[in-house]
């Protein structure tokens, strides 16, 4: 595996929302550093993580590859998705240190922008490391 190769598995598993296809790209013991201060060790944990992204509708993903090498690589890429549950909406709040976006009852869940970067690491076939940086906001309207 390769950093093009992992890009376009994390593409479809999100676009796609599977939790398998995700944990599929990384070894057994692969860890998904989805922050500085969180990780997600092995299938089990990278599954249950995936998750979330059950709770995101229409998305789409785009990335371009920074930088390439045998045995790792780092791309850039860029999320969009609508919320699809005050649920979700409520752990992006948390997860990144804000409060919640100014809404009125009623009023619907916002569209979602995550821009980031990632850099991982490959073993023989499959990922043993990818790590995180990111930021997300409300798409403007």
Same mark, same amino acid.
């Given at each position: &595996?390769? $950093?093009?190769?992992? &890009?376009? %598995?994390?593409?479809a598993? /999100?676009e796609? *929302?599977?939790?398998a296809?995700?944990?599929?790209?990384?070894?057994s013991?692969?860890e998904?550093?989805?922050?500085?201060?969180?990780?997600? =060790?092995g299938?089990?944990?990278?599954?249950?993580?995936?998750? *979330?992204v059950q709770?995101?509708q229409? $998305?789409?993903?785009?990335?371009?590859?920074?930088?390439?090498a045998?045995a790792? %690589?780092?791309?850039? /890429?860029?999320t969009?998705y609508?919320?699809?549950?005050e649920?979700?909406? =409520? $752990? /992006?709040a =948390?997860s990144?240190g804000t409060?919640?976006?100014? *809404?009125q009852?009623?009023?619907p869940?916002p569209r979602?922008?995550?821009d980031?970067?990632?850099?991982?690491?490959f073993?023989?076939s *499959?990922?043993?490391?990818? =790590? $995180? /940086?990111w930021h997300?906001?409300p798409?403007?309207?």
């Open positions: &595996m390769n $950093i093009e190769d992992f &890009m376009r %598995g994390y593409k598993a /999100w796609q *929302r599977e939790p296809l995700f944990a599929a790209l990384f070894e013991s692969g998904y550093h989805n922050t500085p201060f969180q990780v997600q =060790r299938a089990e944990q990278l599954v249950e993580y995936w998750k *979330r709770l995101q229409d $998305i789409e993903v785009a990335f371009e590859i920074l930088a390439t045998p790792s %690589g780092v791309a850039h /890429w860029r969009t609508q919320v699809a549950s649920e979700l909406f =409520r $752990i /992006w =948390r990144t409060s919640l976006v100014a *809404r009852p009623g009023d869940l979602m922008v995550l980031g970067v990632l850099q991982a690491t073993g023989a *499959r990922c043993a490391v990818a =790590r $995180i /940086w997300s906001l798409q403007p309207a």
